[in-house]
T-cell receptor, first 114, second 113 residues
């Protein structure tokens, strides 16, 4: 248990489905992040929320839609995905001051788009 | 953008010492992190360097040279459980924007008995 919980751990969805990934942290952090991790590629920052306000969207396609109802919860809504979107999606959190401990990551959701 | 380079794979034997290098080119640099990630698990924090020099923490040490854009992670007395991917990440601060972590591709370390 890392302090950041992601559900589900695994998800298989068709290209016409709609699904949501959930992330929850009770570390008192106020910043939360979505990263995409594909094989042989660096972690790609997708979205950043600070005090539940979106502060960054790194040119992510609109088929990915984030939602942050409060500082402890973060969602990633998925619809009409493509096979190339298959990857490990990691959620992370940090304190605003960005102390020397960096980010705390969840275990991720392994997404397969068929 | 950020150019963060580290070897893709390394192998070593149990009890040995291994050094994983990371080079970076970025503006707004404000610290370098190393994370360990076992297959199917979350990346976990190993070390943080913001000033030049060596930080030692048990069997793991990390070094930073800001002028050279270079860091390494040193693992001593290797154990089988050290087989994992090691991620180098740089923190970038620009103006009032909350610092971001940008990651290298990771180095897959395999420890053989």
């Amino acid at each position: 248990e890392t302090g950041v919980t992601q559900t589900p751990r695994h998800l298989v969805m068709g290209m016409t489905n709609k699904k949501s990934l959930k992330c929850e942290q009770h570390l008192g952090h106020n910043a939360m992040y979505w990263y995409k991790q594909s094989a042989k590629k660096p972690l790609e920052l997708m979205f950043v929320y600070n005090f539940k306000e979106q502060t960054e969207n790194n040119s992510v396609p609109s088929r990915f839609s984030p939602e942050c109802p409060n500082s402890s919860h973060l969602f990633l809504h998925l619809h009409t995905l493509q096979p190339e979107d298959s990857a490990l999606y990691l959620c992370a959190s940090s304190s605003e001051l960005g102390d020397g401990y960096g980010y705390t990551f969840g275990s991720g959701t392994r997404l397969t788009v068929v | 953008g950020q150019n963060i380079d580290q070897p893709t794979e390394m192998t070593a034997t149990e009890g040995a010492i291994v050094q994983i290098n990371c080079t970076y080119q970025t503006s707004g640099f404000n610290g370098l992190f190393w994370y360990q990630q076992h297959a199917g698990e979350a990346p976990t924090f190993l070390s943080y360097n913001v000033l030049d020099g060596l930080e030692e923490k048990g069997r793991f040490s990390s070094f930073l040279s800001r002028s050279k854009g270079y860091s390494y992670l040193l693992l001593k007395e290797l154990q089988m459980k050290d087989s994992a991917s090691y991620l180098c990440a740089v923190r970038v601060d620009r103006g009032s924007t909350l610092g971001r972590l940008y990651f290298g591709r990771g180095t897959q370390l395999t420890v053989w008995p």
